[in-house]
């Protein structure tokens, strides 16, 4: 059988396609992936004529005539997970309105509204379906939302706080909406922006000291000076208003007296920079919403804040509408998938869309694989995945990222460690973990298995500020007899091995997600660890190809469970195999 061909958008190091392609039924044509390190882990471990791009707005699918153009005429799959952020928590600084992220889901629709596969895969965060997530209506919108019979809801967002310029900021900035004015030459640059609100936030603990330690930093000292003594007036290309260009240059002679003569009042300070700062966020999100077409219908000023006016609609929402409009048919309630049920040895939920055009159908519906464990006794421990690489000492340079398996063999009796095990050279890749600190060190000796950050002694807290926000996913030390939490980069959250007092390597990493020995990552440390967390569990991604499979019509002779599910399982009759 001629394999079906796919398209993999934002690919990532490759987990969801490896998963496709073990099924012996799925070839990568085209993939999409804009990190570099990424895309070279990608390359390593596919065949040499995938056509890798790397960035999706670029790419265009047809030509003037609207014909497909070749590389695209063929695709049968279009499988991948845009990356997607709630509004409410896309930016913490709250510096931007906007997730450029959310805009990166109508990339994938644009995908296949054009290219028209028979069948797609869109993987997701779990909450996507959450209120969280929305479009805010533009001017293109309202046209294709009436035919989706959407109805977008009216709210108010706050942008900033109110001070003494926002009734002449708001006129200003209203003005520049309704003209479509380009903000841009009235705003600071990013870094200024960054560096002005880090200062503010020393400000505002009401310490001399604290800001001068900012400032005395080399790097602050030599940037301040530099943009102070050459290009404090020029930071603008343009002043919205007089009063705040009096005031810009108030606050350089300001700072500049502060690096020079360590001359400081600390309110006058701090005022200023408030309102300077507060006004150049709220000129940024007019600014996005000019940029972005969004349809504003007012800006307003309440006792504390400043206000937009704007219409939203929800992402899933659309999502699954337009896809019907376009003629898919997909998996309508059971959206949500537990990797641990299909044998990945950790707990991670996430939404996976299977869509499949209608005159492709070949079932009553998309058919969604069956989990092949249901209770949390017979998921996949820690110790499936890693307990046999425990006497293999990793390295901590990256470069040195293979070594002999030596003596070490599978475990018997675990078919999930025989099926990573799948390196016929002896070789094991990237068992590269992290150099720890002494304190660090200190840290996982006191440790058992599964604890975390917060079991710690208070002596061994000292270097967190806040040890109240630290997330107990911090310093776990990891439990054998347990499958993992959600695998993310477990480099920054410093997860301890189960028995061993050290951090997780990467290949340890990996094996949690289900990623087979012979797979191999590419890049500087913190890069594979993070193509790692960031990665599609290859098992989960193989049994929803099973699944899209069955849906087209297309049977296979070796399943995910042929492989997985323990013989006593079977033979004992906990398992059910069809």
């Not at 505002?204 to 102070?228: C, D, G, M, P």
Request: hydrophobic share 35%.
């Amino acid at each position: 059988m001629v394999k079906l061909k796919v398209m993999d958008l934002f690919a990532g190091a490759g987990g969801l396609s490896n998963g496709f392609e073990q099924t012996g039924k799925f070839k990568v044509k085209v993939a999409v992936e804009i990190n570099d390190y990424a895309r070279e882990t990608y390359k390593r471990n596919h065949e040499n004529n995938v056509i890798l791009h790397k960035d999706i707005t670029r790419l265009e699918y047809v030509n003037n005539e609207g014909e497909q153009k070749p590389e695209y005429k063929d695709i049968d799959v279009i499988i991948g997970g845009p990356p997607c952020q709630g509004f409410s928590n896309a930016n913490r600084q709250q510096n931007t309105l906007i997730s450029s992220n959310n805009q990166l889901v109508r990339e994938f629709i644009r995908a296949i509204e054009e290219i028209k596969p028979k069948a797609f895969v869109m993987e997701n965060v779990r909450t996507l379906e959450s209120e969280k997530h929305k479009f805010y209506l533009n001017d293109k919108d309202e046209a294709e939302l009436k035919k989706l019979n959407i109805e977008p809801s009216e709210e108010q967002i706050k942008i900033g706080y109110r001070n003494s310029y926002s009734g002449r900021l708001i006129e200003f900035l209203f003005n520049a909406y309704q003209k479509k004015i380009d903000l841009k030459p009235y705003m600071v640059n990013k870094e200024l922006l960054s560096k002005l609100n880090s200062l503010l936030r020393k400000a505002r603990k009401e310490s001399n000291r604290a800001l001068v330690e900012f400032l005395n930093k080399e790097t602050n000292q030599k940037y301040f000076t530099r943009i102070i003594n050459n290009q404090w007036q020029e930071s603008h290309q343009e002043f919205w208003d007089n009063l705040y260009h009096l005031d810009w240059a108030d606050l350089g002679d300001m700072l500049k007296n502060l690096i020079e003569e360590n001359e400081l009042n600390l309110y006058d300070l701090k005022n200023r920079l408030e309102e300077i700062v507060e006004t150049q966020k709220v000129i940024n999100k007019i600014a996005e919403i000019i940029q972005n077409r969004i349809i504003l219908y007012d800006i307003n000023i309440n006792e504390h804040t400043l206000q937009v006016t704007i219409k939203s609609f929800n992402v899933f929402n659309y999502i699954k509408r337009k896809f019907s409009d376009l003629g898919y048919v997909f998996n309508g309630d059971q959206y949500i998938f537990n990797a641990a049920q299909y044998g990945v040895p950790q707990e991670r939920r996430r939404l996976i869309l299977m869509g499949v055009r209608k005159d492709s159908l070949k079932a009553e519906k998309v058919i969604t694989p069956k989990p092949l464990f249901t209770n949390k006794e017979d998921f996949n421990k820690i110790y499936d995945a890693i307990g046999d690489l425990e006497k293999l000492v990793p390295n901590t340079d990256v470069k040195e990222d293979e070594m002999d398996r030596g003596s070490n063999t599978p475990i018997f009796g675990s078919p999930l460690n025989e099926y990573l095990n799948n390196n016929s050279n002896q070789k094991i890749y990237n068992h590269v973990r992290t150099e720890s600190r002494d304190v660090a060190v200190k840290r996982f000796q006191a440790l058992k298995e599964g604890q975390n950050f917060h079991d710690l002694d208070e002596s061994l807290k000292t270097t967190y500020t806040d040890h109240s926000r630290t997330q107990n996913t911090i310093y776990r030390r990891l439990s054998y007899s347990q499958p993992a939490d959600t695998v993310v980069n477990v480099r920054k959250s410093m997860w301890i091995h189960p028995v061993k007092d050290r951090a997780i390597s990467i290949r340890e990493a990996a094996r949690l997600q289900s990623f087979q020995d012979s797979y191999k990552f590419v890049g500087t440390k913190d890069s594979q660890y993070q193509q790692v967390g960031n990665a599609v569990p290859p098992i989960l991604a193989r049994c929803i190809a099973e699944g899209l499979l069955e849906s087209l019509g297309i049977k296979l002779e070796v399943k995910t469970k042929d492989i997985i599910i323990p013989e006593q399982m079977v033979n004992t009759g906990e398992y059910e195999v069809h």
